[in-house]
């Protein structure tokens, strides 16, 4: 049930040793329960929501309280039971978004996003209805059609919690012939162990959450893909695959083999975990549907799972609380938790002069720097995969050298330093024929930088422009 990749895709990086994922990796998950949740109306960028109720009403945890109004967003869910105190602006690394914001109540059992008046139930009668076999065996999903399984991750609110927080079900809605499907666990960015801790903590669910996606999508193979400095993950749902097929749990058609790739950043990149796996490229401008293939993130998996088999729609995620912090670890929390009342439940940051980031150091963005423990930050969204505190460091940038060292680690084949003097000259015509809107985002760029130029914020900016400039001849030629 398992293969060793030896493929790998081009360019990449090699940015740390292991030390950062040992400060959090053998932290077991604990749950953090806040008493007042912000639940943004944007998980993804341009995916609004329309929320659904107002200051004063009662809602219970898994509640519908928003509707997609855009093409990226999913429903939202209270990921608390309590009281809505308020619907307001609230300040998200930089922009101005609506939130709904709820104080917790008196527990009341989760519910399913369909019945919203669901009676408060006791904690027996909630275990009676709850089926939980799927957290701790395989399960039998013979009598589950693909049609039950899309309207279950697009009515529970399932997104990509690895990345970009794209909204699950377009992408397993494609007309497109899909014969390969990968869950990607290869968690390459950095310090994050989030995945690592679900793959052993929650691999049933996974495994399941991975043989729904798999029927969902129609393909005829899933691969299971992580990285090789996790040998114990690996060894885990090895044993747990090869005991379930021995004893005949999954069927025949349920292909799924565990790979296990090179440690290399950015493995985890859509494109990037493609190539590696299938030695196949996604046509540029296209979508990884149009090679035949879909791409869904560990935690998306058992999401599905949870909500598929256990009616529960996405209302919290595993993140990694890591770096200049006293107590590095693994948190389960709700949606629209604090990031600072996180950081101070681990115990506070170590350092007055820091940088906080929401995400991982390659991609997250930057929320503070010398934090003083007093400000709000950000709030959990689905797609937060970490809180990570690095020592803030001063630089200047010099002039490009020409050396090419960001070309050779572009894992997208592109030259940044060419497309950075093409967008500070502002040749926007230029920046296209560079093939800028092939940028991924991952960072290699500015990591391998010795001008410290930042190619890698240029780059991208380089990337949307020339994305509108294309959308926007789209729409005129209509």
Known sequence: MQRRGTQAFPGGVHPTDGSDKALSMDQ?????????????????????????????????????????????????????????LDVKEVEQLGRKITACIIRRGSDHCQVSHTDTSIPHDTAAECAERKSVDYQTEISDIRSISREEILSGIRDGGLTGMGGAGFPTH???????????????????????????????????????????????????????????????????LTHILDEAKA?????????????????????????????????????????????????????????AADQILGNLPLTKRIITVTGLVAHPGNYLVPIGTSAKELLQFCGGVTAKENRIIAGGPMTGPCAASNWNGEDELFYITK????????????????????????????????????????????????????????????????????????????????????????????????
């Open 28 to 84: 077991a998950v604990k749950p953090y329960r806040p008493d007042i949740v912000t639940i943004l109306s944007e998980q993804t960028f341009g995916g609004t929501c329309q929320f659904t109720v107002t200051p004063g009403e009662s809602v219970i945890e898994g509640q519908l309280i928003g509707k997609p109004e855009a093409f990226l967003a999913a429903p939202l869910h209270a990921s608390i039971s309590g009281t809505v």
């Open 170 to 236: 377009k992408k397993y809605e494609t007309d497109k012939p899909i014969d390969a499907l990968l869950i990607n666990g290869a968690e390459c960015e950095p310090f994050l162990t989030c995945d690592y801790r679900l793959m052993l903590e929650d691999a049933y669910a996974l495994i399941n959450g991975v043989r729904l996606l798999l029927k969902g999508s129609g393909a005829k193979k899933a691969y299971l893909c992580l990285e090789d400095n996790k040998p114990k993950a690996a060894e885990h």
């Open 247 to 303: 004893k005949g749990l999954i069927a025949t058609d349920e292909t799924i083999e565990l790979t296990v790739l090179p440690a290399k950043y950015p493995q985890g990149g859509e494109r990037q975990l493609i190539q590696a796996v299938l030695k196949r490229e996604v046509p540029m401008g296209q979508l990884p549907a149009d090679a035949g293939v879909i791409v869904s993130n560990v935690g998306t998996a058992k999401a």
């Open 383 to 478: 797609s937060t995969s970490g809180i990570l505190v690095l020592p803030d460091s001063a630089y200047e940038e010099s002039p490009c050298i020409r050396c090419l060292g960001c070309a050779d680690v572009c894992p997208a084949g592109l030259t940044p330093y060419q497309i950075e003097i093409a967008f500070l000259n502002e040749d926007h015509e230029l920046c296209e024929e560079l093939y800028a809107s092939e940028c991924i985002a991952c960072g290699c760029c500015s990591y391998i930088c010795p001008a410290k130029r930042q190619l890698a914020v240029r780059t991208r900016m380089a990337r949307d422009l020339v994305k509108q400039r294309i959308r926007e001849r789209a729409v005129k030629s209509s």
